[in-house]
């Protein structure tokens, strides 16, 4: 009797344990992963960084590491890791404060003029990605929700999040958000390299300076614009902001100096964020792309050629696009490409910001898009669900 008795409390404890660790052993998991993701992707930057490709060399590191990472712990443990979106949103702050931090200086009156040619780029994109979504429904054989979020230049971790919440195929959602963005990283960086030719930045690592310096005062600030950043990003998540992670990060490092120095015990302070924030965002950025590469399923040929199909229809659609903005307004082909490049919204202002080329307009042209796509993405859903609908019920 002493003896079962002894033996229950010992059952109980552990069984109110058991949560807890199960909790824990995810989040461990995960920073075991994205730490070995990091190790890889370092040195496979510094290799890219040899074919002078040029700043978004990290980028393209970190899509191999995250590929290679997750591939692994598929093949040696029988173990498919999800993506990890925690890091993602880290990466797009991280960039969001270098881009603002540079644009700090930048003359935004004359971007804010071009608003509503921003905004008919966006909508002519939207209804374009609409059109290819319904061809590739049909095509496939898959229903219009699924398609709709696949092919729509939202971003992959967004669509597929949304894809899992209303019960959709998220592995071929992400299969072709990842093969879009994917395309537009690879692809736009080496045609702005061709056509720039010299003024192609192949510097990875800064020449002169360190890429963190250890200076007090230096630490402080950055030890600042992070905390920051961070509580804007979270603030804006908690109240789901469209696009707040980058949105944030952005209008953080365009208004630390001034905000800063308007205190009455600063004075004349102007921090810019060391080269290394910026690295470790585009690592950051580029794992998280590799690694909705790394969890994929074999998918059968018919399937991945729709997806080709309908990404080759999107890239189509953001060079006509292109087009039109050359039409509409003075900017030269490279800056009206960079703007209306289809998804990829970090990576093409990243791409702008190595080329040191009309970053006010990319930034403020992609971050119209985001806000426009993340906020009207309940009406698009609300009507493709009903279309959805109507089609069972006459099937």
């Excluded at 630390?256 to 964020?273: A, E, G, Y």
């Excluded at 909705?292 to 199909?309: D, Q």
Aim: glycine fraction near 8%.
């Amino acid at each position: 009797m002493n003896q079962s008795l002894s033996v229950a409390p010992t059952l109980e404890a552990s069984n109110t344990i058991n949560p807890v660790v199960a909790k824990q052993q995810p989040f461990i998991k995960q920073l075991i992963i994205l730490s070995l993701e990091m190790l890889l992707a370092l040195p496979l930057g510094l290799g890219l960084a040899r074919f002078h490709i040029g700043g978004i060399a990290w980028i393209f590191g970190g899509i191999a590491a995250g590929t290679v990472v997750l591939q692994g712990c598929r093949i040696l443990y029988q173990d498919s890791p999800k993506p990890n979106r925690t890091a993602r949103k880290v990466g797009m702050a991280l960039v969001g404060l270098t881009v603002g931090s540079s644009n700090a200086h930048a003359n935004l009156a004359t971007v804010s003029s071009s608003i509503p040619i921003f905004i008919f780029l966006t909508f002519f994109l939207l209804i374009c990605g609409s059109g290819i979504g319904y061809i590739y429904s049909r095509l496939s054989k898959i229903n219009l929700l699924t398609a709709m979020l696949a092919t729509v230049p939202g971003g992959v971790g967004i669509m597929a999040a949304i894809a899992a919440d209303y019960g959709r195929n998220v592995t071929l959602v992400a299969l072709v958000q990842a093969l879009r963005v994917t395309s537009v990283v690879f692809v736009i960086p080496f045609i702005a390299r061709t056509a720039v030719g010299n003024y192609w930045n192949p510097q990875t690592l800064p020449t002169q300076g360190a890429l963190l310096s250890f200076e007090p005062f230096q630490l402080g600030m950055l030890l600042l614009a992070l905390v920051v950043t961070g509580l804007a990003v979270y603030l804006s998540i908690l109240f789901k902001i469209p696009a707040g992670d980058f949105f944030s990060a952005l209008l953080i490092g365009i208004a630390f100096n001034p905000l800063l120095n308007c205190l009455p015990f600063v004075n004349d302070v102007q921090f810019i964020p060391p080269p290394l924030i910026n690295l470790i965002g585009q690592m950051l950025l580029g794992i998280t792309i590799g690694e909705y590469w790394g969890e994929k399923p074999n998918f059968g040929k018919r399937t991945v050629g729709y997806a080709l199909m309908s990404v080759a229809m999107t890239l189509i659609a953001g060079a006509i696009a292109a087009m039109l903005a050359m039409q509409l307004t003075s900017w030269d082909w490279l800056t009206c490409l960079l703007v209306t490049a289809p998804g990829g919204s970090a990576e093409m202002i990243l791409v702008s910001l190595v080329l040191n080329h009309n970053v006010e307009i990319v930034t403020t042209g992609h971050l119209v898009r985001l806000i426009a796509i993340n906020s009207s993405l309940p009406i698009w859903i609300f009507l493709f669900r009903r279309l959805d609908s109507q089609i069972s019920e006459s099937v």
